[in-house]
């Protein structure tokens, strides 16, 4: 039983003087008996079926009748029970093991009845019913990856994705939707993002696939393959060339991105046309670019990408000989994160209530939390509504001179620039200050309007905004871009039926017709006298990149 015992005993600590993610807190613990990985995975399957487990416990009558139980031990348990091959991991004559034992057959009859009442023929069809199920029950910040598709991109330098259909993912049956996808041996190509398919949360772990230890897909959330695609358009679009700088770059799956769609214009077009540009890649932390150099050469991009280890973009500059044929620019820096899905990573389990029976499916019912005794929300948590508006003050001043350094590159004709953000300081705020800068206008620099991206990214209906309307969240915020400009902004929100994490991004596109004549004094070369606290913050960390 110490299985049970200790991974109740761990979702019931604190974390506050351990550190480190759920799972790197159980694999350094020296006090638990079980193995770490059959822990991690027991609660993160558990996390899975949840409210499903609830109600068949509740209905069932289990706890009420068998005081030995705790609702988080009952759960585990009928959870191995039921979903498990090898069933509960402990002796037939373990008294806990009898107490579930003696339900056994209401068990599993409330199980068939949950199942009947969604209209689910099989059992991953319920794991899909469930899954949606807590996603509407859950705020974005509660949501963790598991409950999300696992999104992986084909890497054109090493593959295509014909390719990778007829061998990797030959098993696997393609579906239309994303909201189809409920079985591990389903398959969705992306509408929006070439090259990008989604499999069902529980999936295989391809992460120690030959496959993926061979560059040939990349796992990377939907909502961050949006910089690069924006920036280069597709490949039937004439990319009218130049080289590419990725201004913040580690750990690299956007620079990898921008290599594999130069990769599939040059299979297109041929060589002859796209075969001269490079891609310029960098980020201002030292060990972070360690990680940078080694996904480019794992992607085999070596030759289409140069890393300048430790540089800081700030601290370029724009008229040095090496960014002379500098014409498209990716800015992700440093923000928030608060579009990150599942940053605190503890699963907070919903538990069965003692001597209460759930009469129907829990849907749609206010989701209740659990009691101090069972699992603790730990006191650290912050609140998605318990905003620091001075820090993203200083992040956005921070964002805007970035992207207006990088308006300065004298061949430089588009600019991305994206947040893994959902707070408009950082989003629209950064827009609106970049359009209405001197650079900017004497530059003749515009957004990229919703007609000039790329086909994929024009059908994705979720836009900017001019302010925020939960009334939380910097609600006396509010930017005045028109309606055309709030129009070309994309942004991805965490929680809903796109299954991506929070995000933002926007284009610049560099036109001679609408530069004005205005007094040079205030054009300067950047200099890194923007450094902040915020430069040290792990854009890259979580679902989000």
């Known amino acids: ?56 416990i509740e209905n069932a009558g289990i ?54 009442r969604r209209n689910c023929a099989s059992i991953p069809d319920l794991q899909s019913a469930i899954l949606a199920e807590k996603r509407a029950l859950l705020g974005p910040d509660e949501l963790t990856e598991s409950m999300y598709p696992r999104w992986v991109r084909i890497n054109n330098i090493k593959s295509t994705l014909d390719a990778q259909m007829e061998t990797a993912f030959k098993d696997h049956k393609r579906v239309d939707r994303l909201k189809q996808l409920n079985s591990a041996n389903q398959i969705y190509v992306d509408a929006h993002i070439p090259d ?24 990377q959330d939907k909502a961050s393959c949006f910089p690069a695609y924006l920036l280069l358009g597709d490949k039937e679009d004439a990319w009218e060339g130049g080289d590419l700088i990725d201004g913040c770059a580690a750990p690299g799956n956007k620079t990898t991105h921008l ?11 041929g060589k002859k ?31 289409l990408v140069t890393v300048l280890a430790g540089q800081d973009f700030l601290a370029l500059d724009p008229e040095d000989e090496r960014f002379e044929s500098v014409s498209g620019l990716l800015l992700d820096p440093s923000c928030s994160g608060s579009g990150i899905i599942g940053r605190d990573d503890v699963p907070k389990l919903v538990l069965p209530e ?83 800068s001197d650079i900017a206008r004497r530059r003749g620099w515009r957004i990229m309007r919703r007609d000039e991206q790329p086909q994929g990214l024009q059908k994705w209906r979720h836009r900017g905004i001019k302010k925020h309307t939960n009334g939380k969240v910097t609600s006396d915020i509010a930017v005045k871009l028109s309606d055309e400009q709030i129009d070309a902004c994309l942004r991805c929100w965490p929680g809903d039926d796109e299954c991506t994490g929070g995000f933002f991004v926007a284009g610049f596109i560099r036109d001679d017709a609408l530069a004005e004549e205005l007094p040079a004094a205030g054009e300067e070369n950047g200099e890194s006298q923007y450094k902040s606290e915020e430069e040290g913050d792990s854009e890259w960390e979580g679902f989000s990149d």
Not at 10 to 29: A, D, H, M, V
Not at 259 to 269: C, D, G, P, T
Request: positive net charge; proline residues 4%.
């Open 354 to 436: 003692q001597g209460k029976t759930s009469k129907s499916s829990n849907r749609g019912t206010k989701r209740k939390r659990p009691t101090e005794d069972e699992v603790a929300k730990p006191d650290n948590t912050q609140k998605t509504d318990e905003v620091d508006t001075e820090r993203l003050l200083k992040l956005s001043n921070l964002q805007t001179h970035i992207v207006e350094h990088a308006l300065k590159f004298p061949a430089a004709t588009r600019v991305t620039y994206s947040t893994c953000s959902i707070h408009i300081l950082e989003n629209e705020c950064v827009v609106e200050r970049v359009l209405a």
């Open 196 to 219: 990008l398919v989604a499999l069902a949360p529980g999936t295989v772990d391809f992460s120690s696939s030959n496959t993926y230890k061979n560059g040939e897909i990349i796992l």
């Open 63 to 116: 706890l009420s009748s068998e005081p030995k139980l705790t609702p988080l031990l009952c759960l585990l348990l009928t959870h191995d029970f039921l979903f498990s091959k090898n069933g509960i991991a402990t002796p037939a004559s373990h008294p806990l093991r009898q107490a579930i034992d003696r339900h056994k057959v209401r068990l599993k009859a409330e199980l068939t009845k949950a199942r009947v």
């Open 273 to 303: 046309q796209t075969g001269k540009s490079k891609i310029i890649s960098m980020d201002a932390s030292a060990p972070r670019s360690k990680i940078l150099q080694k996904m480019v050469s794992v992607a085999g991009a070596d030759k």
């Open 259 to 269: 290599a594999s769609l130069l990769a599939a214009r040059q299979k297109y077009h």
């Open 1 to 56: 039983m110490s299985l049970y015992y200790d991974a109740s005993t761990i979702l019931t600590s604190s974390p506050n003087n351990q550190g480190g993610s759920f799972k790197s807190r159980i694999y350094n613990s020296k006090s638990l008996k079980a193995s770490p990985a059959q822990i991690y995975a027991l609660v993160t399957e558990a996390s899975k079926w949840d409210i499903l487990l609830k109600e068949v």
